[in-house]
């Protein structure tokens, strides 16, 4: 039982067992004429599955732009993204909403919680809302992973910063998406309770066999990933695997005297 329950629902079906997610020649561009900013250009990447994926790069190089194609919350001009087998550019309003409800989990830097509700009900109120019953092993497992058995009646003024983000942590690993997109998510966090968030994170990748893509510009968040990718001007310019918070401060500083890329 504990072996199905720590298989995600969706997923690993397809041909691309080991791939999550993938993006295929992604152009995304704003506005029109000489106004025109292309924010991502040609991008092609493999999200791995059951793996922790960081997306760093300087400011304005297409971090946010990327994940929310990737996430199905923004559009591509050109291109294509596939969640496993599914194709999602091209998808209908409601069925990408649906996709998105049933598929995907979302960690923000604002945490994101309703007031009136306790930690347990922020936990399953989107699978309240789509009229899922939560599995009752699965939730205990992830309230037990993100450390938070103790306050589950507790509402969110009644939590630290980090405890909040750990119930929207533990939120988005309840449904067991597919995939979980954080954008930021310890943005708002000292370095305490972003690293307490940040491993969190790690052991549900690690023990629940979670996938997760990160934006992040702090080079201590990118260390607990897997992979680092590195945008500059819309483009997948570098990578890492398994780096050192200094590798990656290292590898900001050098695009940063090269003027960006190239
Ligand atoms: N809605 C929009 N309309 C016009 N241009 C946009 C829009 N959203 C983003 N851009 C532009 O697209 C480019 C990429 O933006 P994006 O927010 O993806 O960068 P980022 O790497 O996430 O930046 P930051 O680290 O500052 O959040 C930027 O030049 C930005 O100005």
Redesign the pocket.
């Known amino acids: 039982m504990t072996t199905a329950v720590a298989t995600p629902r969706h997923g690993g079906t397809g041909r691309n067992a080991a791939v999550a997610a993938r993006a295929r020649q992604v152009v995304?561009a704003?506005?029109a004429g000489e106004?025109r900013?292309?924010?991502?250009d040609h991008v092609d990447v493999d999200i791995a599955r059951g793996q922790f994926t960081a997306i760093m790069?300087?400011?304005?190089?297409?971090?946010?732009?990327?994940?929310?194609c990737l996430a199905g919350l923004d559009t591509v001009s050109s291109g294509q993204i596939f969640l496993d087998e599914t194709e999602i550019t091209g998808l209908k309003d409601k069925k990408l909403t649906q996709l998105r409800r049933d598929r995907i989990g979302f960690i923000f830097q604002a945490f994101n919680l309703l007031p009136t509700l306790n930690a347990l009900e922020n936990i399953t109120l989107p699978m309240d809302i789509a009229g899922r019953r939560p599995d009752a092993a699965w939730l205990r497992q992830v309230v037990e992973t993100v450390g938070l058995a103790e306050r589950l009646k507790h509402r969110p003024t009644e939590l630290s910063g980090g405890q909040q983000q750990r119930v929207a942590v533990a939120r988005a690993l309840a449904a067991r998406p597919e995939i979980i997109f954080g954008d930021?998510p310890t943005g708002n966090l000292d370095s305490r309770a972003g690293a307490e968030v940040l491993s969190f994170l790690r052991r549900s990748v690690d023990e629940l066999g979670q996938t997760i893509v990160m934006?992040t510009?702090d080079p201590v968040a990118a260390s607990y990933a897997d992979r680092v990718l590195y945008?500059a001007d819309?483009r997948i310019v570098d990578e890492m695997h398994s780096p050192t918070a200094d590798q990656v401060l290292d590898r900001m500083k050098d695009f940063d005297s090269r003027g960006r890329t190239s």
């Open positions: 995304k704003y506005g106004t900013v292309v924010a991502l790069g300087p400011s304005g190089s297409g971090k946010s732009t990327l994940m929310h930021e934006v510009h945008l819309g």
